[in-house]
C-alpha cells in the first residue's frame, strides 16, 4: 500500500465493473472477495450495469446487505456509449488504483476507458463460457478478444489457461472460494422448499445451477431414464432457470420421467435444496470453477461431476466426488447408482471437508491482494493508443 505523509497507509482502491443484475456464482464470490478484503487494506466499490426499463437488480440488493459500496448505473443497450461517461465519472471520483472487469460489456467499457487514456491498472476476469446462442458467443468472443489489453487476466483454473496462452505470464489462475450458503430469504421459501421436498420418494437426486447448454442437463435427464431401469425408487430436482427450461421440459416428458423429476425454477434458499440432496450431479460439458460443487462440497452431499474446466483439479484423486467425461449419458448414470450406495463412506466424507478448508475465502483474498501488487509494480501502459494498435 503507499505510505502518505502522516505515517498512516492510505488503503488501496479497487472498482469492479459488473454487468449482470442476478445474483449469480460470480457475483457472490465478487460480494465475498470485497467484504474480507477490507481486512487486507483494499476498499472496494462495485459498479452494477442495470439494463433500463427493468426491475432493481438483485445484485445491488445483494451487495448492500453485506454491506459492499455499490453504484448502480444505467445501461441502455448495447450501443449505449454514455455507459462509458458514466462509469468514468465514478470511476474519476473514486480513483482507484485498479479496475477489475466482470462479463464482456465490463470489459468492454474498461478498453474503451483506457483507450481513452484512463491510468489505472486493469485487471480483467474469466468465470468460463456459455453457448446458448449466437449472440452470447459472439460477446464472449469480444470479451476474450479485448482481456487481452488488460494488465492481469484472471481466471479460475488451469484448463482455462489455455483460451489465453497467447497472453503469458499476464494470465494469473485464483480459483472460487467455498462461500457461506445465501442466507434464507425472509420470504418462508425455504419452508416451503422443505414442505414441497419432503414427500419426495428417496433417494433424492439434484442438478443446481443455470439451465442453458454448457450445463448439461439434458445428458443428467437422458441418466436418469437409465437409471430408472436400476432403481424403481429415486426422485430427480433440478434447482435453477434459463433458456434451457422448455427444451428440458419436454426431454423429461419424453423420457416419461415427469413423475420423477420435479423443476424448481430459481431457488435463492439454495440451503434447503442442498438439505434433501442425497446426491449432487454436475453433468456439464464446459465448466470454469462451478459454486455448485462447492456448496455440496460445503454441505457434505456426495457428488458426482464431469472431468471438465477446475473440477478435476479440485478433486484430484481424492474420494470427494466420483468424476465421469462429459457427454456420456451411460457413465454418468453407472456413476448416479454407485455413488448413491458409497458417497456417504467416511473416506469421501473427510475428503469433501479437507478440500472445504483448501478453497477458504481468505485463501482467495491473498491471492487476490497478492495480484493487485503484482500489478501496481509491474511496468507502465506504453504511450501508443490501444486504439491505434
Not at 66 to 95: F, I, K, N, Y
Not at 127 to 147: A, C, P, Q
Request: charged content about 25%.
Amino acid at each position: 500500500m503507499t505510505p502518505v505523509a502522516s505515517g498512516t497507509v492510505r488503503r488501496l482502491r479497487v472498482a469492479a465493473l459488473v454487468a449482470t443484475e442476478h445474483v449469480s456464482g460470480p457475483g457472490r464470490q465478487l460480494a465475498a472477495l470485497a467484504e474480507q478484503a477490507a481486512g487486507a487494506g483494499v476498499e472496494f466499490l462495485v459498479i452494477v450495469f442495470h439494463r433500463r426499463g427493468r426491475p432493481a437488480p438483485d445484485l445491488a440488493r445483494y451487495l448492500g446487505d453485506r454491506g459492499v459500496r455499490h453504484s448502480v448505473v444505467e445501461d441502455r443497450g448495447p450501443l449505449d456509449v454514455r455507459l462509458v461517461t458514466q462509469v468514468g465519472r465514478l470511476l474519476a471520483e473514486w480513483q482507484p488504483a485498479i479496475v477489475q472487469t466482470h462479463t464482456a460489456k465490463a470489459t468492454a467499457v474498461a478498453f474503451a476507458l483506457r483507450a481513452l487514456g484512463a491510468s489505472w491498472k486493469w485487471v480483467a476476469c474469466f468465470h468460463g463460457l456459455t453457448t446458448e446462442n449466437s449472440k452470447v458467443r459472439f460477446y464472449h468472443w469480444i470479451d476474450r478478444r479485448l482481456m487481452g489489453w488488460a494488465d492481469a487476466i484472471v481466471v479460475m483454473s488451469q484448463e482455462q489457461v489455455r483460451h489465453f496462452a497467447r497472453w503469458g505470464a499476464k494470465v494469473r489462475v485464483v480459483p472460487n472460494a467455498t462461500l457461506d450458503l445465501p442466507p434464507p430469504p425472509d420470504s418462508g421459501e425455504g419452508e416451503r422448499l422443505r414442505d414441497q421436498l419432503r414427500p419426495l420418494p428417496r433417494p433424492v437426486i439434484g442438478v443446481v445451477g443455470r439451465l442453458s447448454p454448457e450445463k448439461g442437463v439434458d445428458v443428467f435427464l437422458e441418466a436418469c431414464a437409465l437409471l430408472a431401469a436400476r432403481r424403481p425408487a429415486f426422485s430427480a430436482i433440478i434447482a435453477g432457470d434459463g433458456p434451457e427450461r422448455q427444451r428440458l421440459e419436454g426431454l423429461c416428458r419424453r423420457l416419461a420421467l415427469e413423475r420423477r423429476v420435479l423443476f424448481l425454477s430459481h431457488v435463492r434458499d439454495v440451503g434447503a435444496v442442498y438439505g434433501q440432496l442425497d446426491l449432487l450431479v454436475l453433468p456439464s460439458r464446459s465448466e470454469g470453477l462451478p459454486n455448485a460443487l462447492l456448496e455440496g462440497l460445503q454441505t457434505d452431499v456426495p457428488i458426482v461431476a464431469t472431468r471438465v474446466g477446475g473440477i478435476p483439479e479440485v478433486i484430484g484423486s481424492s474420494p470427494a466426488a466420483v468424476l465421469v467425461p462429459p457427454e456420456s449419458v451411460a457413465v454418468l448414470a453407472q456413476a448416479m447408482d454407485a455413488a448413491l450406495t458409497d458417497g456417504s463412506s467416511p473416506a469421501a466424507k473427510a475428503a469433501r471437508r479437507e478440500i472445504g478448508r483448501r478453497f477458504s475465502v481468505s485463501r482467495r483474498v491473498a491471492d487476490h491482494v497478492a495480484l493487485y501488487s503484482h500489478v501496481i509494480r509491474g511496468p507502465e501502459p506504453r504511450e501508443t493508443s490501444l486504439l491505434a494498435r
